[in-house]
C-alpha cells in the first residue's frame, strides 16, 4: 500500500532564505507526482507536476526534483517571502492507479 | 477559464442533522472527485464520478453519506445524519479525464464543515 510522508510537519524559517521540503513515498511505481499548496481555509493549488519520466520541474522560484528509486521528492523554494507561507501537500498517483494519494502537508511560515 | 466551483463555503451544524454541499466543475471535466480533509491531514479521496457514473466510493461512508453527478456535470455530497468527527473541508476537484496526461486535478476552494 503506498503511503506518502512529509517532514518536517512544521516548519519557520527567516525571509529571504533558501529552503527545502521534503516528500517521501513507500512505492516507486508511481506515473506521477505534484505539489500542491494551501492556504488557511482555502483549496488546493497545484504548483507543480513531474511525470514519472521527469527528474524534475521548475516555476519562478520553485523547483521540485524526483528520484524515484529512492521514493522521494524535493521541493525548492529560493529566496522565500512572507506570502510563501501556506501548507504545502505532496501527492502521489500510483501506477496502474489513478487515485491520488497526499501526505499530511508541511506547515510553512516565513518570518518577516 | 472558469475554475470548480462549490458551496456554501461555510457550514456549521448540531450532529444529527443533515447538510448538503455543491460542485461544479470545470466546464468539459468528465471526471469529478469529492475529498475530506480533517484538520491537519491530507485529502482523502471519498467518491470518484466518470461523467455520471460513480467510479470508486469504497472510501465513503455510505451508512450517512451519499453523492450524486446526475446529469454528469454538477453534484452534490449529502451528509445525514452528521456526526462530530464529519467537522472537516470537504472538496471537490475535476479533471479533463480519470487516466492518462489529462488526470490532473483542479480544486475548488472547499466547504469547511462545523458540526456541534
Known amino acids: 500500500k503506498q503511503e506518502v510522508t512529509q517532514i518536517p510537519a512544521a516548519l519557520s524559517v527567516p525571509e529571504g532564505e533558501n529552503l527545502v521540503l521534503n516528500c517521501s513515498f513507500t512505492?516507486?511505481?508511481?506515473?506521477?507526482l505534484q505539489w500542491f499548496r494551501q492556504d488557511p481555509g482555502k483549496g488546493l493549488t497545484s504548483l507543480l507536476l513531474?511525470?514519472?519520466?521527469?527528474r524534475e520541474q521548475t516555476s519562478g522560484r520553485l523547483n521540485a526534483s524526483l528520484d524515484k528509486s529512492s521514493g522521494r521528492s524535493t521541493l525548492y523554494i529560493a529566496a522565500s517571502q512572507p506570502g510563501d507561507s501556506a501548507t504545502y501537500l505532496c501527492?502521489?498517483?500510483?501506477?496502474?492507479?489513478?487515485?491520488?494519494?497526499f501526505g499530511k502537508g508541511t506547515r510553512l511560515h516565513i518570518l518577516p | 477559464e472558469a475554475g470548480v466551483a462549490q458551496s456554501p463555503r461555510y457550514k456549521i451544524i448540531e450532529k444529527r442533522q443533515s447538510v448538503a454541499f455543491w460542485c461544479n466543475p470545470i466546464?468539459?471535466?468528465?471526471?469529478l472527485y469529492w475529498y475530506q480533509q480533517i484538520l491537519g491531514q491530507g485529502p482523502k479521496l471519498l467518491i470518484q464520478f466518470q461523467n455520471n457514473g460513480v467510479v470508486d466510493d469504497s472510501q465513503l461512508p455510505k451508512d450517512r453519506f451519499s453523492a450524486e453527478r446526475l446529469k454528469g456535470v454538477d453534484s452534490t455530497l449529502k451528509i445525514q445524519p452528521a456526526k462530530l468527527e464529519d467537522s472537516a473541508v470537504y472538496l471537490c476537484?475535476?479533471?479533463?479525464?480519470?487516466?492518462?496526461?489529462?488526470?490532473?486535478?483542479?480544486f475548488g476552494p472547499g466547504t469547511r464543515l462545523t458540526v456541534l
Open positions: 513531474i511525470q514519472s519520466s521527469q
Open positions: 512505492d516507486s511505481a508511481i506515473y506521477n
Open positions: 501527492a502521489v498517483r500510483p501506477g496502474g492507479d489513478d487515485k491520488i494519494i
Open positions: 476537484a475535476s479533471s479533463l479525464l480519470s487516466t492518462g496526461i489529462h488526470n490532473e486535478q483542479f
Open positions: 466546464s468539459g471535466h468528465a471526471t
